[in-house]
């Protein structure tokens, strides 16, 4: 009978290797020598080359798509602000006014920004490519730990492993669309390439470090490790109880010292407010609702427990995600006819993992479409794992019926979403930015959408998001900043809301159309001015 194999003085299993004769390679050094006279280089030459290459890639591309859009400029405003001399604070949060230090989620990534931006000028594409760099890292030691923990073991698997991390759907909107999930994917990475050099090789200063900084970078990353631990422990516990504990004792270091660190700028508790005790996330909502007590946050709550009712879609958010669980699954049930199976290997762990942790960290808080890298690199590092394992002992229709859902996962992840951005024409940015320009001064204060602040941070003396203000701690902006904006630049949805927060007759004097341009940006442009007298304000010809 064939069994799990235990590593002497280890609990690490791996699939266990027939007796009979198999073309598998003995040694990772063997698959390394047919992996080079099938590739022609050293396989993790090749894994740089597609690094490097896709990171170029969108390097080139960062302004197609997506549109400057809501999440991205909220997470950069801050960092932006700080670099032009307006301090570390926000015109773009529903719940903090620009006067406090800002505390509406975890700065590492801000920080970090300020300090890019700082060197490569504010632009999108000089915004969106520090989580470039840091997505490329990423991937690369991803690729590596498979390596170094001999998890994947040659035979090309490497960079198999990275196309398939590298063209996800998850990743390539990380890398793309602006957000501070970069910085926390690569302090994952950073953990799983230490994991992989083994309990005689941990750098324990090194663990604690890591969960010590995850905290700064996103509080999601505990809810994310205890979900992979707790699989771990199940299958290993002997050898991973030590790391686990390093890396959370870790995790509660990072978490005082941040809550210190927002407590010297009398933020601790809107930090608090705006992240843990959120209207966006289910224990937040649960907080709110015995605090507040309203019928706002009862229906929240409601639908967010509905989302709970419907788990298995935290699966289907990143297309690539179900393919190549498919390909686990096939693996699996080949491994079990074949008499190859235990759960102690990169295929019971991939799918407990793999399916077990989107759910655990979705019932902790949430699992939205930007935190489903978390459940895309544990399939995709298992999926190599095993196959690199099993594939020389598979014959050609079960190579085949595992390769394929592989190669699913790539063409429904990068290249499509290449191609659903790209059917419609590019925004003519040069059109919308003199239009701009021509209809606000430069001694402006200016309300705009998400896809503007950056011509309007160039070009106006203040600008503030139509996302600011509304929220719970903000319900109206300060009276100083509604009696000193003097321009709105907004779509037509947009204007109701927006009188909300802002006192005042207000008229429009121009429009810009736009229609025929990516789905992303609004259909038409409108620009509001304080009338006077029931007169809109005139605006001079700019030359």
């Known amino acids: 009978m064939v ?23 003995a040694t990772s050094a063997d698959a390394d020598r047919m992996a080079a006279a099938w590739l022609g280089l050293d396989e993790r030459l090749w894994a740089v080359a597609l690094v490097i290459g896709v990171c170029l890639l969108h390097f080139v591309t960062a302004t197609w798509f997506p549109a400057p ?19 570390f604070t926000s015109t773009a949060w529903p719940s903090q ?24 000028g ?15 890292l ?46 926390t994917l690569l302090i994952a990475a950073a953990v799983v390439h230490e994991f992989s050099a083994g309990p005689d090789r941990w750098r324990w200063w090194y663990v604690v470090l890591l969960g010590a900084v995850a905290p700064w970078a996103g509080l999601q990353l505990g809810a994310y490790a205890v979900g992979v631990f707790l699989v771990a422990l199940l299958l290993a516990p002997a ?101 190859q199976w235990t759960w102690r290997s990169p295929l019971g762990f991939g799918l ?4 077990g942790v989107p759910l655990f960290v979705m019932f902790s808080g949430r699992y939205p479409w930007h935190y489903t890298w978390m459940g895309f690199i544990i399939v995709a590092v298992s999926a190599a794992a095993a196959l690199s394992q099993l594939w020389p002992r598979m014959g050609p229709v079960m190579r085949g019926v595992t390769a394929v859902p592989l190669l699913v996962s790539v063409l429904v992840g990068t290249p499509l979403a290449f191609r659903n951005a790209l059917r419609d024409p590019l925004v003519d940015w040069d059109r919308v930015e003199t239009f701009f320009r021509e209809q606000v001064r430069p001694t402006d204060h200016a ?9 309007s941070t160039a070009h106006a003396a203040e600008t503030y998001l139509t996302t600011y203000g509304g929220g719970r701690r903000l319900r109206e902006w300060p009276a100083d900043q509604q009696a000193a904006l003097t321009v709105m630049v907004i779509e037509p949805s947009e204007v109701e809301s927006s009188m909300k927060k802002i006192v005042g007759e207000w008229v429009t004097v121009a429009t810009l159309d736009i229609d025929g341009v990516a789905s992303d940006w609004p259909a038409r442009l409108l620009v509001l001015r304080r009338a006077e007298g029931g007169v809109p304000a005139q605006v001079p010809d700019v030359p």
Request: glycine letters at 10%.
């Open 3 to 25: 069994d799990g194999v235990r590593d002497s003085g280890s609990d690490r299993f791996s699939v266990a290797v027939p007796a009979t004769p198999s073309p598998m390679p």
């Open 69 to 87: 859009w809501t999440d991205e400029v909220m997470y950069s405003d801050p960092a932006v602000r700080w670099l032009i001399g307006k301090g």
């Open 97 to 120: 006014p620009s006067t406090e230090f800002w505390a509406s989620n975890s700065p590492l990534h801000e920080n970090l920004l300020a300090c890019w931006l700082a060197v490569f």
């Open 122 to 136: 504010i632009s999108p594409t000089a915004l969106r490519s520090i989580n470039v760099v840091f997505g490329g």
């Open 138 to 183: 990423a991937v690369w030691l991803l690729c590596m730990a498979a390596r170094r923990g001999g998890w994947v073991r040659g035979g090309g698997w490497t960079v198999v492993l990275a196309v398939l991390l590298l063209t996800a759907m998850s990743m390539t909107k990380l890398f793309r669309y602006g957000r501070p999930d970069a910085i």
């Open 239 to 339: 050898r991973v109880w030590r790391f686990g504990l390093c890396l959370c004792g870790g995790m509660a270091l990072g978490v005082a010292s941040l809550l210190g660190y927002l407590a010297a700028h009398g933020v601790a508790f809107c930090f608090l407010q705006n992240t843990v005790l959120s209207g966006h996330t289910v224990t937040g909502d649960m907080a709110q609702l015995a605090v507040f007590n309203d019928a706002k946050t009862l229906g929240r709550l409601g639908v967010r427990l509905g989302e709970l009712g419907r788990s298995y879609q935290a699966w289907l958010r990143d297309p690539s995600f179900p393919w190549v669980i498919a390909s686990l699954l096939a693996s699996a049930l080949w491994a079990w006819r074949t008499r």
């Open 352 to 355: 407990l993992a793999g399916l």
């Open 447 to 455: 309300l705009v959408l998400p896809s503007l602040y950056y011509v």
